[in-house]
């Protein structure tokens, strides 16, 4: 059976409305009778269509003045390194809480550039199934910047406050939540994404930081890793990423039409309740996430053993849903319900769950 929903952690399912308009204009972009693919970057078309996106990420994510937006390569596993690399340089120290695989990543990459890289908490001892209190922390107040991945992506779970950090600047991993919810930006120094998941097909980083943070480099880092470099050059210092950016404007669109960011976390928080409310009366199947801390983009839950897990897998393929099953590292089934997911594919979900649960021994 071909693919109904698509449930995929990332590169994942797009906005069938965006997905149109770029098919309609994928041979002939404006009547220019090329394809944004293979446009000048320096053309008076894209040139629109860069600053036309920028326009777009300011005015959805509501972002102040005072910082600057950029579209980079790489992935956010680059930005791993650039993050050291460009906010380093003051006090050689940083702060980073390991809510997951992405954020201990990003910490063994700091280790790489300064030897005051602390780890501010971590949930490993307890299979990273929650989110730190502020009280937990343990934050240097001289520290250069603290280190958060948002939106735990193979676990399921998700910061549900802005940590207090004074003058210390937080650098954001948004990787799996960008767009999903509104954000008050100007509690960031500095958040990053790669585009996979939630704003368009793999290819581009998303970064948005404040500008007192540009400019400041360990000694060595490259021209193009340097922040300043994008900032000063409109992310065009060389060729950017124009087809991932085109995509995004387009999803851009998508979102501002349906109402912006209110609406966006209305419909994922009315997608995740269908969820969870079905995990949380059945004993068939279980979430190993703390409650509070459940995130609204990755649902993960398990079956009472791997044999079964493997079986929904290969069910769910059969009824028309994609990529359920969980992260190689944590075994179990994850439903990424990213924007784009529309509300009757978790209805439908929830359903195969039930029926599944009732022919396989759960107490229905
Ligand atoms: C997917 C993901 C990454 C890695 O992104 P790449 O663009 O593949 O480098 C990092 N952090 C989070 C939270 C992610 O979900």
Not at 202 to 220: F, S, W, Y
Not at 280 to 302: E, Q, W
Not at 303 to 309: I, M, P, Q
Not at 326 to 339: I, L, P
Request: with cysteine.
């Amino acid at each position: 059976m071909k693919t109904l929903y698509n449930f995929s952690a990332g590169p994942s399912v797009l906005p069938a409305e965006a997905l149109k308009k770029a098919q309609e204009s994928l041979s002939d972009y404006g009547g220019s009778g090329m394809s944004v693919m293979e446009m000048s970057h320096r053309s008076k078309e894209f040139d629109e269509i860069i600053k036309n996106t920028e326009a777009l990420f300011r005015s959805v994510l509501a972002i102040p003045d005072n910082y600057s937006v950029l579209f980079l390569q790489g992935g956010a596993t680059l930005q791993f390194a650039m993050v050291p690399m460009n906010l380093l340089a003051r006090s050689g120290k940083a702060d980073y809480v390991i809510t997951g695989n992405f954020a201990n990543n990003a910490y063994k990459e700091a280790l790489l550039f300064g030897k005051d890289i602390s780890v501010a908490w971590t949930g490993k001892s307890e299979n990273f199934s929650r989110i730190p209190e502020q009280g937990e922390l343990t934050l240097d107040p001289a520290a250069d910047y603290v280190h958060i991945c948002v939106n735990n992506t193979i676990f399921g779970t998700k910061w549900q406050y802005v940590p207090e950090t004074g003058n210390v600047p937080i650098v954001a991993d948004m990787s799996s939540c960008i767009l999903s919810e509104p954000v008050d930006v100007s509690k960031y120094g500095l958040i990053y994404a790669g585009a996979q998941k939630n704003i368009a097909p793999a290819g581009l980083t998303l970064v948005i930081i404040r500008n007192d943070l540009l400019g400041d480099p360990l000694p060595g880092t490259p021209t193009m890793l340097n922040y300043r470099t994008m900032a000063e050059n409109g992310s065009m210092k060389n060729t950017p990423p124009c087809w991932p950016i085109y995509i995004s404007m387009l999803v851009l669109e998508w979102i501002r039409d349906m109402g912006g960011l209110e609406v966006m976390r209305n419909r994922n928080e009315e997608k995740a309740r269908v969820l969870y409310d079905y995990l949380d009366k059945t004993d068939f199947y279980r979430t190993d996430v703390n409650p509070r801390d459940r995130s609204i983009m990755n649902v993960t839950f398990k079956t009472a053993n791997e044999d079964l897990d493997a079986k929904f897998i290969a069910e769910s393929k059969a009824q028309g849903m994609s990529n359920l099953k969980g992260h190689r590292s944590v075994g179990g089934m994850r439903a990424s319900v990213y924007n784009a997911m529309p509300v009757e594919g978790v209805a439908y979900l929830v359903e195969f769950m039930k029926k599944f649960e009732k022919e396989n021994g759960g107490r229905v």
